[in-house]
């Protein structure tokens, strides 16, 4: 997450500037504004009409009963995705992420972030400026800070070396070795090729 930014990849909900974009119901919001494509209701100014449910909507009031997404008051709340957000403010159920003043704690990996950056691909979140990549799970950081409990791996100051995968990290540079994903910066080739009805596969 970077300036109020985070793109939480396993929900498909991307968040910027207030700005949030839930791919799976594929539902942009900007600025008050929203357009529900699956139930096919565009938003904005406080005014939504459902097309597809038939609801209209003024004056900060909706409940879109397809998606069972309601808002009110720049609050919206999508049951399908189990996304709510109010006032900047966002909690992904399905992750279990919420989300407030540029803070994120991710409870299905248990990564938690605050005042930076972090893209969360399932279990693998680089994150950039204050920088960790959580190649596991159970990863709590906080002001550049962090130690990564599945992988053993201590990290503090933007350094850290992933025991478990056998992952060296140094200023924001890291290379897995065990299955041969390298990262610098933001790498996307390395999200794991897990169904979401799959969960993580967690090694016991």
């Not at 207030?18 to 699956?38: E, I, S």
């Not at 565009?42 to 009409?49: D, F, L, S």
């Not at 407030?100 to 972030?113: D, E, G």
């Not at 972090?118 to 190649?135: C, D, F, G, R, V």
Request: proline share 5%; hydrophobic share 25%.
């Amino acid at each position: 997450m970077h300036n109020n930014n985070a793109t939480l990849y396993y929900t498909k909900a991307s968040l910027y500037n207030n700005t949030t974009t839930l791919y799976y119901t594929k539902t942009p919001m900007y600025n008050n504004k929203a357009t529900l494509y699956y139930t096919k209701a565009p938003m904005y100014n406080n005014k939504a009409t459902l097309h597809h449910t038939k609801t209209p909507m003024h004056n900060n009031k909706a409940t879109l009963y397809y998606t069972k997404a309601s808002m009110y008051n720049n609050t919206s709340t999508l049951y399908y995705t189990k996304a709510s957000m109010y006032n900047n403010k966002a909690t992904l159920y399905y992750t279990k992420a919420p989300m407030y003043n540029n803070k994120a704690t991710l409870h299905h990996t248990k990564a938690a972030m605050h005042n930076n950056k972090a893209t969360l691909y399932y279990t693998k979140a680089p994150m950039y400026n204050n920088k960790a990549t959580l190649y596991y799970t159970k990863t709590p950081m906080y002001n550049n800070k962090a130690t990564l409990y599945y992988t053993k791996a201590p990290m503090y100051n933007n350094t850290t070396t992933l025991y478990y995968t056998k992952t060296p990290m140094y200023n924001n540079k890291a290379t897995m070795y065990n299955n041969t994903d390298s990262m610098y910066g933001t790498n996307h080739h390395s999200v794991p090729h897990t169904s979401p009805s799959e969960g993580p596969r967690l090694t016991r």
